[in-house]
């Protein structure tokens, strides 16, 4: 079974860059055709999708977010990464990290709806504060 571990800081000061970075164990992120996601909940709030990695290194990205983040990944490693800069206090959530299965990355499919993931890191609490 397919495992993911968040880890990274708790808090952030406003202003700054969060980087918190996903291991995936059992499997290789590169693996056809898997896409690799970061999810955050914030409190009161539903589930909010952030952007994905494909297993080609292809990457999407919330447009209300794009502005903001970017995925990267070490294959060496089974690892990805999210950076968000300039973090305000809206940006405390539980983040998560997530996997799915799907079809070749040119196919153009949405893979934005949490609902769809069906691996599931247990979550990162980071919390945006002076």
């Known amino acids: 079974q397919v495992r993911l571990q968040e880890s990274g800081p708790d808090s952030v000061i406003p202003s700054q860059t969060l980087a918190l970075t996903c291991t995936v164990s059992?499997?290789?992120?590169?693996?056809?055709?898997?896409?690799w996601s970061w999810i955050r909940q914030s409190p009161g709030k539903g589930l909010e999708w952030i952007g994905y990695i494909a297993y080609s290194g292809d990457t999407e990205y919330s447009p209300s977010l794009r502005s903001r983040i970017s995925i990267t990944r070490d294959t060496s490693k089974n690892q990805f990464t999210l950076h968000l800069t300039s973090v305000t206090p809206e940006d405390t959530a539980k983040y998560f990290c997530?996997?799915?299965?799907?079809?070749?990355?040119?196919?153009?499919?949405?893979?934005?709806?949490?609902?769809?993931?069906?691996?599931w890191g247990q979550g990162t609490q980071v919390t945006v504060s002076s």
């Open positions: 059992t499997g290789s992120i590169t693996t056809n055709y898997y896409y």
């Open positions: 997530a996997g799915r299965s799907g079809v070749p990355y040119h196919t153009g499919l949405d893979y934005s709806d949490p609902d769809g993931y069906i691996f």
